[in-house]
Every structure is written in C-alpha cells, then in structure tokens.
C-alpha cells in the first residue's frame, strides 16, 4: 500500500473538519475513533488515521494534526497517470473547509468522474480503456495506408473511396456479433472480435491488390466494430448514472491514443514502397497482453442480472431517430478523415512525416473537446453540448479543406477540439436507449446505418473529388449531413443525463445489482 502524510496545526472547527468522514473523490467511513475507511470509492485499500497532539506554539485551542493515509487505487493499466493526482488530493497542508450539505460534486477534482465510481467501476473501466487501445489502432489502419497501398496498386482516388466504402460491408458481420452477445455475453465476443480484428489485419501485410486488402480489412474492421461497440455497452452497464458520458469520453480519448500509435507508425510508409504492409502486422504481435486484459475483465452485471428477451417491437422510433443520426453525421465525418491523407498529400505536397506530424498536432487537442464534453454532457445535459459540438465542428472541418498555410493547421486544432464535444455527448444515447435483452444488437443496426452513411459519403466524396479535381468542395457539399444531425438532436432527442438505465428502459426490471467483487 502507498501511504501518504501530512502534518498541519488546526484549531478546533479545523479539527472537527478533519474528524468528518472525506466526501470528494471518494466517501469515507468512521472505522473506529480517529480512524476511517473507504465506503465507495476508485480504492482496493484505502484507510487514514488521525492523531492529535497540542500545537507546538502551546497556543489554548490549537492543535497539531498528523494524517496518515494507506492506499491502493482500482486503476489497472492506468493506475500510474492517477497516482500522482490522488497523493495531491489525499495530502494536506491545512484543515479542509467545514462540510456543506449536498456540495460533494462541486468538490470533486476536475480529472475525476461528475459522479463518483466505486472499486468495480473504476476496474472495468480502465480495461475496457485498454480494449480500446486495440479497436482504434484496428479501425484507423486502413485509413492511414490507403494512399500508400493505391500508390503501389496503380488505384484512382474513385477507386480509394470505393474500397473503403466497400470495407464497411463488414459491419453486417458485427451486427452479427452484437447479437450473439445479447445472448452470448458480452465479454466472450469481445474476446473473439480481438482475435479476429488482430488475424485479419494480419493478412492485409499479403495483399497481392487493392482488392484483397480491402478483403481482409472487410474482416478487420468487422471485428474491431464490433469490439467498440461492445465496449461502450459495457461500460454504459457498468458505471453509475451521472458518469456514462465520462466514460464515453475517456474510452474515446484511449481509442484515439490507438489511433494515434497507427498515424506514428504511418511515416514509416514513406520509407519505401511496401513499407506500409508492416503497419497490418503490429495488431498480432501486442494480442497476447489485450487477451490478458480481456481474460481480467468481468461479465457485465446487468448483462448477468435476469433480463427479459426483448425485440425491437416498440423500440423503433428510437432505432430510427439514432440510426438517422448515424447515417448523416458520418456522411460527413467519413469522408472528411479517411480522404485526409491524400488530401494533405496530393493538394498540398505533404510528405510522410509531415503528414504524420499535421495529424497529431491538430488531432491530439481533440482530447481536450473530449474531456470537456463529457463532464458537460453528465453536468449540464447531452443535448447542447451535441448540437455545439456537431455544428461548429463540422464547419470547421469543412472550411479546413478550402485553406492551406498557417491557417489550415490553426482550423484543424480547434476544429478537432470543437468536433470532439460530441463524442460523448452523442455516442452514449446508443446504449442508453435500449433495454440489456437488446442494446447490443441495436448498437449494431446503429452502427450500420452509419456504415451506410459512411459509405455513400465516400463514394460522393471521391467522385465529386474526381469531378472538381479537388476535395475542398466535395466536403462543402457532405456539410449537409451534420446539418441535418443538429435538426434530429433539437426536435427529437430525449435528454438523459443523471438517469439510470432502467429509467429509460422500464422493461428491465430494476432488480438488485449483484455483489461486487
């Protein structure tokens, strides 16, 4: 265990302070005088005692306080970016200030969830961030290649946006796969879809042509979808209900991190001509940790709770309204990053390298948007935070692709930051939605009516490329779609934060959650 000490004079309303029980990061409880324990909170083992002696100064009504606090996160993988943090909070230099009833929330450290996580929480949480690492590098490796992989095949740009509008057949496979975990479980298809997703990718290093590339990787991002999916549903079943949007937020902010190893790793394409194969091969290579990582993680609690068999039978207006979402938010979303490369490439004369260091640059502040939307999304409600989000970020977006210069780095940062307030404002209303008997399944139809839309953007966007002989007003055109998104999040969107999901699915019945552990 860790300990952390601190030792401060106080007078007496001070030493009441530090007599009552913490309520911020985590909830104390009194466990004999002068001593207190964790009731709920990120700790595996937590206990801190008080001893109390007279000031040094001898002044009547001063004392002096010695803290000692014993300690051991519920953060596994990530437990080391959180330590520093915590040993701040636990340590103090003075009394903390008299309780008030009913302001936990407003001292919560900022870094922290709006709503606090126990043991469990925390635990499958940091996994499932682990998980994530694997499905963004898997669902962003294509898109890094293409460009390199159609130089080497002889491809058109109409014939990049056709295979990789082709690749998203292989979400019918994942619609497949989210079915049988409502049935199955979700922790096993998690583990095969790793399997799969690292296997298949693996075999795009030997494609002889663009055809069996886009193939294996049909195969690939089946799998890595299906793996994405089945982390946002777990983690919706899992944390408390004034932290879903949080989770979302820091599962994207990971997924990315793995999306970011594949854009480092892309450089290496300008090496040589089929230097990119060596990208496909890295998934197989880290699989044995991710199964480990998997092998740790517990089946969902409400999945294990009984649960009714539930249909899409009075489900569908939901189905409908996120499913059209999906389709005109990623008509455009699409085509804006999977034609980045060969834009940045062939319009303004990026190497491999440079393109590398643009991606990160304007698409690591993304995870400030991410960040900020998710605790807006849990404090402040979903519904804002997406429309803000979606329509200042498409703009941007799009304007990004009428500029060069300066002025298309600066509009690629705060587009990046401005877009990303939606991730968690708006992808967590897939597993909220739907009842347990059923939220896989129709986080699958969701996904494919965004493969849909995917795929159309892209054939339009490389054909209205090819038609204009560039991709500035072939991306204006697509900025419809989000515009049709902000439309549906005004007039039809329910508002969900602070709601547990079976007040928004009655049908599963609010039973007793199973014992921790």
């Given at each position: 265990?860790?300990e952390?000490?601190?030792e401060?004079?106080?007078?007496?309303?001070?030493?009441?302070?530090v007599?009552?029980?913490?309520?911020?990061?985590?909830?104390e409880?009194?466990d004999?005088?002068?001593?207190?324990?964790?009731?709920?909170?990120?700790?595996?083992?937590?206990?801190?005692?008080?001893?109390?002696?007279?000031?040094?100064?001898?002044?009547?009504?001063?004392?002096?306080?010695?803290?000692?606090?014993?300690?051991e996160?519920?953060?596994?993988i990530?437990g080391g970016?959180?330590?520093?943090?915590?040993?701040?909070?636990?340590?103090?230099?003075?009394?903390p200030?008299?309780?008030?009833?009913g302001?936990?929330?407003?001292?919560?450290?900022?870094?922290?969830?709006?709503?606090?996580f126990?043991?469990?929480?925390?635990?499958?949480?940091?996994?499932l961030?682990?998980?994530?690492?694997?499905?963004?590098?898997?669902?962003?490796?294509?898109?890094?290649?293409?460009?390199?992989?159609?130089?080497?095949?002889?491809?058109?740009?109409?014939?990049?946006?056709?295979?990789l509008?082709?690749v998203?057949?292989?979400?019918l496979?994942?619609?497949?796969?989210?079915?049988?975990?409502?049935?199955?479980?979700?922790?096993?298809?998690?583990?095969?879809?790793?399997?799969?997703?690292?296997?298949?990718?693996?075999?795009?290093?030997?494609?002889?042509?663009l055809?069996?590339?886009?193939?294996?990787?049909?195969?690939?991002?089946?799998f890595s979808?299906?793996?994405?999916?089945?982390?946002?549903?777990?983690?919706?079943?899992e944390?408390?209900?004034?932290?879903?949007?949080y989770?979302?937020?820091?599962?994207?902010?990971?997924?990315?991190?793995?999306?970011?190893?594949?854009?480092?790793?892309?450089?290496?394409?300008?090496?040589?001509?089929?230097a990119w194969?060596?990208?496909y091969?890295?998934?197989?290579?880290?699989?044995?940790w991710?199964?480990?990582?998997?092998d740790?993680?517990?089946e969902?609690?409400?999945?294990?709770?009984?649960?009714?068999r539930?249909?899409?039978?009075?489900?569908?207006a939901?189905?409908a309204?996120l499913?059209?979402t999906?389709?005109?938010?990623?008509?455009?979303?699409?085509?804006?990053?999977?034609?980045?490369?060969?834009?940045?490439?062939?319009?303004?004369?990026?190497?491999?390298?440079?393109?590398?260091?643009?991606t990160?640059?304007?698409?690591?502040?993304?995870?400030?948007?991410?960040?900020?939307?998710g605790?807006?999304?849990?404090t402040?409600g979903?519904?804002l935070?997406g429309?803000?989000?979606?329509?200042?970020?498409?703009?941007?977006?799009?304007l990004?692709?009428?500029?060069?210069g300066?002025?298309?780095?600066v509009?690629?940062?705060v587009?990046?930051?401005?877009?990303?307030l939606?991730v968690?404002?708006?992808?967590v209303?897939?597993?909220?939605?739907?009842?347990?008997?059923?939220?896989?399944k129709?986080?699958?139809?969701i996904?494919?009516?965004?493969?849909?839309g995917?795929?159309?953007?892209?054939?339009?966007?490389?054909r209205?490329?090819?038609?204009?002989?560039?991709?500035?007003?072939?991306?204006?055109?697509?900025?419809?779609g989000?515009?049709?998104?902000?439309?549906l999040?005004?007039?039809?969107?329910?508002?969900?934060?602070?709601?547990?999901?079976e007040?928004?699915?009655?049908?599963?019945?609010?039973?007793?959650?199973?014992?921790?552990?």
């Amino acid at each position: 265990m860790r300990e952390t000490t601190s030792e401060y004079e106080v007078d007496d309303v001070g030493l009441a302070a530090v007599r009552t029980p913490r309520d911020d990061l985590l909830l104390e409880v009194a466990d004999g005088p002068d001593r207190f324990g964790c009731a709920q909170g990120p700790f595996d083992r937590y206990e801190r005692t008080v001893v109390v002696a007279p000031a040094p100064s001898g002044a009547e009504g001063r004392h002096l306080v010695t803290e000692t606090v014993r300690w051991e996160l519920a953060i596994p993988i990530w437990g080391g970016l959180f330590r520093p943090l915590v040993r701040r909070l636990l340590h103090r230099t003075e009394a903390p200030p008299p309780p008030e009833p009913g302001a936990a929330a407003a001292r919560a450290p900022w870094w922290s969830p709006p709503a606090r996580f126990d043991a469990r929480s925390a635990q499958v949480l940091s996994r499932l961030c682990g998980l994530s690492l694997l499905a963004g590098y898997l669902g962003t490796v294509i898109t890094q290649t293409i460009t390199y992989a159609a130089d080497e095949f002889g491809a058109s740009k109409s014939g990049q946006g056709t295979t990789l509008a082709a690749v998203r057949v292989g979400v019918l496979l994942s619609l497949v796969l989210m079915g049988l975990a409502d049935r199955h479980g979700r922790k096993r298809l998690l583990v095969w879809s790793a399997v799969g997703g690292a296997t298949a990718a693996a075999l795009g290093a030997l494609a002889p042509n663009l055809w069996v590339l886009g193939t294996t990787q049909t195969f690939s991002r089946a799998f890595s979808t299906a793996m994405g999916l089945l982390i946002a549903v777990v983690a919706a079943e899992e944390m408390p209900a004034g932290g879903r949007a949080y989770a979302v937020s820091v599962l994207a902010m990971t997924g990315a991190l793995g999306a970011g190893v594949a854009v480092m790793l892309q450089s290496l394409a300008g090496l040589a001509v089929p230097a990119w194969r060596v990208i496909y091969v890295v998934p197989l290579l880290v699989l044995p940790w991710f199964l480990r990582v998997g092998d740790r993680l517990p089946e969902s609690r409400r999945f294990a709770r009984p649960h009714a068999r539930a249909r899409f039978a009075g489900h569908r207006a939901r189905l409908a309204l996120l499913c059209g979402t999906a389709f005109f938010g990623l008509l455009f979303y699409a085509p804006n990053t999977q034609f980045q490369n060969d834009f940045l490439r062939t319009e303004h004369g990026f190497s491999a390298p440079m393109i590398t260091a643009f991606t990160l640059l304007t698409g690591t502040p993304a995870g400030i948007g991410v960040v900020v939307g998710g605790r807006l999304a849990d404090t402040h409600g979903r519904r804002l935070v997406g429309v803000v989000g979606t329509l200042g970020g498409a703009g941007l977006m799009a304007l990004g692709y009428q500029l060069g210069g300066p002025a298309l780095w600066v509009v690629g940062v705060v587009g990046s930051i401005i877009a990303a307030l939606t991730v968690p404002a708006l992808a967590v209303y897939g597993p909220e939605l739907f009842p347990t008997g059923l939220r896989a399944k129709a986080n699958g139809v969701i996904s494919l009516a965004g493969v849909a839309g995917s795929a159309v953007g892209l054939v339009l966007g490389g054909r209205l490329a090819d038609h204009f002989g560039r991709y500035g007003p072939a991306i204006a055109l697509l900025g419809l779609g989000p515009v049709v998104v902000v439309g549906l999040v005004v007039a039809f969107y329910p508002e969900t934060a602070h709601l547990e999901l079976e007040e928004l699915n009655p049908e599963d019945v609010p039973l007793p959650l199973p014992p921790l552990g």
